[in-house]
């Protein structure tokens, strides 16, 4: 075959399948016009794509380019059909590019979104959801706590009184002591809650914000339980690959205590680092103690969290404010 | 905490760097906040030799200088020093270094000649305050090196978070024995290298309340607040700067230098972490000391010139007339050491720390002296700091260190506490043997006696958080590292607490509000509303909105507003939140405080367009008081699964309350009332309240309220059952009815009039259209209901419907004297 030749083929069979395609009615669907254009590639297509090999060597690089043209052209005129079928040739006013009628789409709250997740990660752990008064006596959430009297711990926590001996709770720990009181153990329970500092409001404090509290309490509960039950809690929320350690640091009411960091991208651009996810502990004795349990017999763990510092960096939030001025065009972006 | 890694080393000598000693203490001991490391503005500078000097032909003060700076090429430096001898090496900036102070060094002209670098003063450095000159560097190092490398600068800041339990780390020896504790080095035994031999044999009188030798008296009458008191004389002091060692360390933690006797106190503050005081001996009345109680209307003038008055009750010291310091926060300005001090008498004394506390609050004054006090220091070490503290001050400032007057008790120490290791394995969930236990006590400064099992561990005096047997388990565990414990997961009991209902009940409603549209927010709870019987709070952040709200729709409102003041006029919020009333009263125990009424809530708000816009409906309707009774309705449905919802009209602002057949009223819509501007459409708001908070007290004190039969049911309630009806099987018939309706008869009447009348057999009663104007008399409406009827068995007759219709409109009229709008 000469090449002058190959290349009126290959226009010839071009026109072929253009030709093909117009001459269809337009309500024919995409997957019939596909079958009768392929039953008129399936010969001469193939046939010229062998061709190719019998032409002399000075010639084959034109012709596989006819060759590519003409694939591409066959390509082109299906998508045109389809262009034609999608915009509804059938009912000419039927623009179906147009939007969708639209319902407001409600949204939780980021910090809500983050509790419900550690929430239900929890319940698959064994745990339970308790609730306490957000307005406090000072027994719950300092006495029975251990925190001693006249003493600097209680400076780690501005307070905002109520009264003489009522305060708003600096800490959803009072839960711990109030569930203990109330329900022998076993117990398993997690406790979200609103709890209040003296803090200014400003991009990094709030005077009231939410805390996420733990507690386990049984007997032959120990420090291996805490270890195994908050590193798995960090598989689960943060990725299986993630590393998790657990350093000293100080709360009245445990002992030992400690904090669990993970490593975490803080989407910074400074890559890994570790980062203080919660404080936790072996439940004090003292705190046993003052809900009436016997220390002896019963062991526990605890740990607190604060759900908002977890929402900032998960959703890129930069200035606290944001999560309680309540502006909708903030709220809407946490639409599902 | 701020700890010098240089300094450290002078009490643990390790050759770990700054980084490794970070992660020990941060992995076995206290929380790393950072590491600064100081010099760094230094690393640019090299050393540089001068191998010409000349006059600078323009200038009779500059010289122009060749200087070899290690790059090979011998660079012009114009230089305005006194002090340039050639030969000799100085601290050298290259062009395009940036000088500590911001400036950056370029090559440039000075009068005519060319200068390619600068040749330092230590002020350039920021190594000193003022100097002669530029800073000759007595050094065999190469031209080129850097500095740092040669000068003793290069150090770095451990900032340490030290909480509350572990006053013991707020010094550097403090740090230093944890560090020997975790990397097994050990420690330099005192002295410490900087002070060199403070081995002293001075004149000692001592008394339990009163000391007195040469005629300096030491007298308290307040053994409670101030157990002991020491009191060390030096006299022949000469009082100026420092020497540069001191100057040094004391920069190295951010301290500036005031006078060599006061830097000698903050030393040891820092050091040792006690705190130590110099008084002027000439200015106390009487060579005299008392520390006593306060009496009404005392004040002092402290050092920082400030006179604060003295609340009755706390501790003060005095001289032979007058108040003259804050016990254990800060000495006075009457009795301060200044450049004419010959004899000092250094304080060095234990104050309780509540007693402190109480001081520190009443003056408002906070020291590192009270931050020490208050959180307790070494009762064991006072003697052993007065004597190096005086040693020191006459090594920096000259004089003869004595006589010592100590009064107060000897420090005795606490019974030991044991330590099982069957209890230590029991918290821990592993065993550790007795020898590793006993090593890691042993490294903490414990003495350890074994018997059998049990540990008797006498803890030592600076460590005032080991009182309990649990204490000890935390050192052991932290000393081995936490990390290296197991983390597999046990079997464990499921627990026997039930998720609370309120928990459940919120879930549901915020999921129903989302599927609505309405997007959750939460906004602080503090509100200006408010009465003598709304809680408060007694210190609140705001004067103007000290109230714990009443209601979360006055919330939402003020969040409306704050969107409006932003141009959003589509609000559609909710919360579910705690509102509180007022007192419940007592409690259960009559001593108990007093706490607020406490309920959960859910609240919403909604104004602007029911709908995105759409081009099928470019301005869609705004909300209306309908959309808020709808909401009002999937409220209650997911709050209250099952219980039927009565809408019971109210007085405006309110629009209805919501009334729950066994629970009572339970909510409201309202129009709400807000500070809008004129594009705003209007606002409707909703309110539920989910349940109460129990806050009364499950127990006393010690005690719990567990039920005999300990178990409780852990599942909650299933919402009421619902029961499929089977599909009709026969065809409907319905019919309309347009009725003239006037405007004092409620449509619910007209309804319930209908549903008596229309029978058992009234499958649907819709109220499909509201109709005013053209035809209608005033005072009047017109109301359409399509009424749906059904037999279970067979078909309805045309001549059945036709009669039910007639018998509807008789009954109308007669109750009602309603009729068909005419046609």
């Known amino acids: ?336 | 905490m701020i700890v010098s890694h240089e300094w450290l080393k002078q009490f643990v000598p390790h050759t770990l760097s700054a980084d490794a000693v970070g992660e020990l203490l941060s992995r076995h001991c206290v929380t790393l906040d950072g590491i600064e490391r100081l010099g760094v503005a230094l690393e640019p500078f090299v050393v540089a030799q001068v191998v010409e000097a000349g006059r600078h032909p323009n200038s009779e003060r500059l010289w122009v200088t060749k200087v070899d700076d290690g790059s090979g090429t011998l660079l012009d430096v114009v230089c305005g020093a006194p002090n340039v001898v050639v030969g000799n090496k100085y601290p050298f900036a290259r062009t395009g270094t940036t000088m500590p102070g911001g400036v950056k060094i370029e090559k440039r002209k000075i009068r005519g000649e060319t200068s390619n670098g600068m040749l330092c003063s230590p002020v350039e450095l920021g190594l000193g305050q003022e100097s002669d000159g530029i800073m000759t560097l007595h050094t065999e190092a190469v031209p080129g090196t850097p500095i740092l490398d040669v000068l003793p600068i290069a150090d770095s800041q451990l900032i340490l978070d030290v909480l509350p339990n572990r006053p013991d780390l707020l010094s550097h020896r403090g740090v230093a024995r944890e560090v020997a504790a975790i990397a097994g080095v050990p420690r330099t035994p005192m002295p410490v290298s900087d002070l060199g031999d403070v081995t002293l044999d001075v004149p000692t009188v001592s008394g339990t309340t009163t000391a007195s030798i040469d005629g300096i008296t030491v007298r308290v009458d307040d053994s409670t607040s101030c157990p002991v008191y020491m009191a060390i004389v030096i006299r022949g002091v000469t009082v100026g700067p420092s020497p540069a060692w001191l100057v040094k360390r004391l920069d190295s933690i951010g301290q500036r230098t005031i006078s060599n006797v006061v830097d000698a106190t903050n030393y040891v503050l820092h050091g040792f972490g006690q705190p130590v005081h110099a008084f002027d001996l000439a200015k106390l009345h009487a060579s005299s000391i008392v520390v006593r109680p306060t009496v009404a209307g005392e004040s002092v003038v402290t050092l920082d010139g400030v006179t604060r008055n003295l609340a009755v009750g706390t501790t003060v010291i005095c001289d032979g007339a007058q108040p003259i310091a804050l016990a254990g926060v800060m000495g006075g300005k009457d009795t301060e050491v200044t450049d004419t001090t010959t004899d000092v008498v250094l304080e060095v004394a234990l104050f309780e720390p509540r007693f402190v506390r109480r001081v520190r609050q009443s003056a408002g004054l906070s020291t590192d002296a009270s931050y020490r006090f208050e959180r307790g220091v070494d009762p064991a070490a006072i003697k052993e700091i007065a004597l190096v503290g005086a040693a020191l001050i006459a090594q920096v400032a000259g004089g003869t260190v004595g006589p010592m007057l100590a009064v107060g008790t000897p420090f005795v120490a606490a019974p030991p506490v044991a330590l099982r290791l069957t209890r230590l394995a029991r918290v821990l969930g592993v065993a550790v043997s007795e020898p590793v236990a006993v090593k890691r006590l042993e490294s903490l400064g414990c003495a350890v006696t074994v018997d059998g099992d049990v540990l008797s561990v006498h803890t030592p005096s600076w460590r005032n958080d080991l009182l309990l047997e649990v204490d000890l388990i935390e050192e052991v565990a932290r000393l081995g590292g936490f990390d290296t414990l197991p983390d597999d997961v046990r079997p464990f009991r499921p627990g026997n607490v039930p998720d609370h209902p309120l928990y459940l009940s919120g879930r549901r409603v915020r999921d129903a509000l989302v599927g609505l549209g309405l997007s959750e927010t939460r906004p602080m709870p503090f509100t200006s509303l408010g009465d003598a019987n709304t809680p408060r709070v007694r210190n609140p952040l705001a004067e103007d909105e000290p109230f714990l709200r009443a209601s979360l729709l006055d919330t939402l409102a003020r969040r409306a507003e704050y969107n409006l003041s932003r141009m959003q006029g589509n609000i559609r919020l909710f919360e579910v939140g705690n509102a509180f009333g007022s007192s419940i009263g007592s409690n259960s125990d009559t001593s108990s405080p007093r706490l607020p009424r406490e309920e959960v809530r859910v609240g919403a708000l909604i104004m602007g367009a029911r709908r995105p816009p759409h081009f099928t409906e470019p301005q869609p309707p705004a909300f209306d008081v309908w959309d808020a009774k709808a909401i009002a309705e999937q409220m209650v449905r997911a709050a209250f699964p099952g219980e039927t919802l009565t809408f019971v009209p109210a007085e405006h602002p309110t629009v209805w309350t919501l009334s729950i057949s066994n629970r009572g009223s339970v909510g409201r819509v309202e129009r709400l009332q807000l500070d809008r501007p004129v594009w705003a459409t209007d606002a409707f708001g909703v309110e539920l309240a989910l349940g109460v908070i129990t806050s009364v007290d499950v127990a006393p004190p010690g005690q719990h309220a567990h039920a005999e039969d300990a178990k409780t049911n852990v599942s909650s309630p299933m919402p009421a059952a619902i029961r499929a009806k089977s599909l009709p099987t026969t065809p409907s018939a319905d019919f309309d009815l347009a009725l003239l309706v006037p405007n004092h008869i409620h449509a619910a009447t007209v309804e319930a009039t209908l549903r008596v009348a229309a029978g058992e057999l009234l499958e649907q009663l819709v109220l499909f259209d509201e109709f005013r104007g053209a035809g209608i008399p005033d005072g009047n409406r017109s109301l359409a209901w399509r009424l749906t009827f059904r037999h279970p068995e067979r078909t309805l007759r045309d001549k059945e419907i036709e009669g039910r219709r007639a018998k509807l409109l008789a009954t109308l009229d007669k109750e009602l004297g309603i009729r068909t709008r005419a046609t």
């Not at chain 1, 239900?120 to 307005?135: K, M, N, Q, S, V």
């Not at chain 1, 027994?139 to 001996?165: Q, R, V």
């Not at chain 1, 016997?294 to 969290?305: C, H, L, N, V």
């Open chain 1, 1 to 336: 075959m000469q090449l002058s030749e190959y290349l009126a083929q290959a226009e010839s069979l071009a026109q072929a399948a253009r030709a093909l395609l117009e001459g269809l009615d337009p309500s024919t669907r995409v997957d019939v016009a596909k079958g009768a254009l392929n039953t008129l590639k399936d010969d001469q297509l193939s046939a010229l794509q062998g061709a190719l090999r019998s032409l002399p060597a000075d010639d084959r690089r034109a012709a596989g380019g006819a060759f590519n043209t003409l694939k591409n052209d066959i390509q082109n005129a299906l998508d045109a059909f389809t262009a034609r079928q999608a915009v509804g040739v059938g009912d000419p006013l039927f623009d179906p590019t147009m939007p969708a009628r639209r319902t407001w789409q409600g949204s939780l709250h980021p910090v809500t979104i983050v509790i419900d997740e550690i929430c239900d990660i929890f319940r698959e752990l064994g745990f339970t959801i308790a609730l306490g008064p957000e307005a406090e006596t000072e027994f719950y959430n300092f006495g029975a706590l251990n925190f001693p009297p006249d003493h600097p711990a209680m400076e780690l926590h501005d307070t905002l009184y109520l009264g003489n001996d009522t305060v708003l709770r600096t800490h959803t720990s009072p839960v711990q002591v109030r569930t203990l009181q109330n329900i022998a153990p076993p117990v398993r329970v997690l406790a979200p809650g609103q709890v209040y500092r003296r803090d200014f409001f400003d991009a990094t404090h709030a005077p009231a914000f939410m805390q996420l509290e733990g507690l386990a309490v049984d007997e032959g509960i120990s420090f291996v339980d805490l270890k195994a039950t908050l590193s798995e809690f960090a598989r689960r929320f943060y990725g299986k690959s993630r590393r998790v350690r657990f350093g000293p640091s100080y709360f009245p009411f445990v002992e030992p205590g400690a904090q669990m960091d993970v490593e975490v991208d803080l989407n910074d651009g400074k890559g890994l680092r570790w980062v203080e996810i919660l404080g936790c502990g072996m439940v004090h004795p003292h705190v046993l103690q003052a809900a009436g349990l016997d220390s002896e017999r019963y062991t526990g763990w605890a740990f607190g969290m604060g759900p908002a510092r977890i929402a900032m960096s998960r959703f890129d939030i930069h200035d606290i404010r944001l999560l309680y001025d309540s502006d909708v065009r903030f709220l809407e972006q946490f639409a599902r």
